[in-house]
């Protein structure tokens, strides 16, 4: 299983970035499909999920600005980041689990991480 990121780069605060993930090895509309982040030296958080039924979910600091998409054809998910603020400086992950709905989303319920792929927001 492959889960290949990219997309990052630097942006200036305000500014617009889109993420991508393709994946192989496994189908994104039979997984819940996400992104988490991490920044040096702290703990990895959870960003947004696309869920295999299509339901989506975002961390609060988020919602609003962020938005997740999958494109089964491509089988590749999409995070769409607008309004960046320098505190969405971090690696991003794409990630597949398969936790229930309603479960709290932990790093320890992913099966398949992918590479980071490097977001820095200058303010």
């Known amino acids: 299983v492959q889960l290949q990121a990219s997309g990052g780069g630097l942006v200036q605060a305000g500014g617009s970035l889109r993420l991508s993930c393709a994946a192989s090895g496994i189908t994104v509309g039979n997984y819940n499909m996400g992104w988490w982040r991490q920044v040096q030296g702290k703990e990895r958080e959870f960003v947004a999920k696309v869920r295999w039924t299509g339901t989506t979910s975002y961390a609060d600091s988020v919602k609003g600005r962020f938005t997740i998409s999958r494109d089964r054809a491509k089988n590749t998910i999409y995070l769409q980041m607008s309004a960046l603020k320098a505190e969405d400086t971090a690696a991003y992950y794409c990630?597949?689990?398969?936790?229930?709905?309603?479960?709290?989303?932990?790093?320890?319920?992913?099966?398949?991480w992918g590479e980071g792929t490097q977001v820095t927001v200058s303010s």
């Open positions: 990630a597949a689990d398969r936790l229930i709905s309603g479960a709290t989303d932990n790093v320890e319920s992913v099966y398949y």
